[in-house]
Antibody, heavy 120, light 108 residues
Framework: QVQLVESGGGVVQPGTSLRLSCAAS????????MHWVRQAPGKGLEWVAV????????YYRDSVKGRFTISRDNTKNTLFLQMNSLKTEDTAVYYC?????????????WGQGTLVTVSS | SYVLTQPPSVSVAPGQTATITCGGS??????VHWYQQRPGQAPVVVVH???DRPSGIPERLSGSKSGNTATLTISRVEAGDEADYYC???????????FGGGTKLTVL
């Protein structure tokens, strides 16, 4: 069965960096697009970024463009999100999410999420 | 930027039908997907591509679209349907995935 396990969350100060990882199993990781979606405490869902199956195509929401970088290692079935210059408004649970297509279609499997808290 | 509008809350008695709407400009040209998020859990897709159900999702949940509105209908509502529901599309003009604000379904 599909499993997505996020790690790397924690409490950090504004302006610092954090790298999230997502270990994937139960499907052919290297043939599917992958996303990060976040949810601030008590708020709705917010898409963050997507990467194509081969890592060539990447798209970001405007508020993280230039600060966050999505990447993947298909040899290790792992998705990453490098987050730099973190802001308090980046505080959220970050979900690793699988797409059924090679890039973008919809979100068919979600991890349990990892909490990132940006606070001074 | 593209906006999807959902009612913040919907309440329904057990056994009745719940209707959750999702409004957006030219939504008829976009594939609409719906997610259910129970308290403390990750979201789960319940309808994709307007009206397709993943395996394991009851037939009581169905999606439709008309004009500038997509609708998630839950028939014969049960206590276990109480959750937040989100609609979502991919906006090709901005290359962004967009979620509606979410609707909290309360079973009375």
């Amino acid at each position: 069965q599909v499993q997505l396990v996020e790690s790397g969350g924690g409490v950090v100060q504004p302006g610092t960096s954090l790298r999230l990882s997502c270990a994937a199993s139960g499907f052919t990781f290297g043939s599917k697009g992958m996303h990060w979606v976040r949810q601030a405490p008590g708020k709705g869902l917010e898409w963050v970024a997507v990467i194509s199956y081969n890592g060539v195509n990447k798209y970001y929401r405007d508020s993280v463009k230039g600060r966050f970088t999505i990447s993947r290692d298909n040899t290790k079935n792992t998705l990453f999100l490098q987050m730099n210059s973190l802001k308090t408004e980046d505080t959220a649970v970050y979900y690793c999410v699988k797409d059924p297509s090679t890039l973008i279609r919809f979100f068919d499997y979600w991890g349990q999420g990892t909490l990132v808290t940006v606070s001074s | 930027s593209y906006v999807l509008t959902q009612p913040p809350s919907v309440s329904v008695a057990p056994g009745q039908t719940a209707t959750i709407t999702c409004g957006g400009s030219n939504i008829g040209t976009k594939g609409v997907h719906w997610y259910q998020q129970r308290p403390g859990q990750a979201p789960v897709v319940v309808v994709h591509d307007d009206n397709d159900r993943p395996s394991g999702i009851p037939e009581r949940l169905s999606g439709s679209k008309s004009g500038n509105t997509a609708t998630l209908t839950i028939s014969r509502v049960e206590a276990g349907d109480e959750a937040d529901y989100y609609c979502q599309v991919w906006d090709t003009s901005s290359d962004h995935a967009v979620f509606g604000g979410g609707t909290k379904l309360t079973v009375l």
